[in-house]
Nanobody
């Protein structure tokens, strides 16, 4: 599957951005990760094992929302109340729906998009 993320840019602290990610195929579990300069990739958001459930990193919980449009094979990351520490390249990732590995593990996601840069100024 190919993943195409977009919507990144420069925003002031407290602002919002919405990142869409379109997949070339359906029936994959899609999530978001990010990587800040000089840091390892970290989990951001995913759909949990519960129906319609979501799962977030503690650093973004309450500010970010993951959603999807299955008809368009697209997932979204709505980011509100952005902080300078949210500055990173944001990656849309995917895995097989039969993969029951940890949702927050980068190694459990074999498919990665090209990433979109989000920069939050103070």
């Amino acid at each position: 599957v190919q993943l195409q993320a977009s919507g990144g840019g420069l925003v002031q602290a407290g602002g919002s951005l919405r990142l869409p990610c379109a997949a070339s195929a359906s029936h994959y579990r899609m999530s978001w990760f990010r990587q800040a300069p000089g840091k390892e990739r970290e989990f951001v958001a995913a759909f949990s094992w519960r129906a319609e459930g979501t799962y977030y990193a503690s650093s973004v919980k309450g500010r970010f929302t993951i959603s999807r449009n299955d008809a368009k094979n697209t997932v979204y990351l709505q980011m509100n109340s952005l902080k300078p520490e949210d500055t990173a390249v944001y990656y849309c990732v995917a895995r097989s729906t039969v993969n029951l590995g940890a949702l927050s593990s980068a190694g459990e996601h074999p498919y990665w998009g090209q990433g979109t840069q989000v920069t939050v100024s103070s």
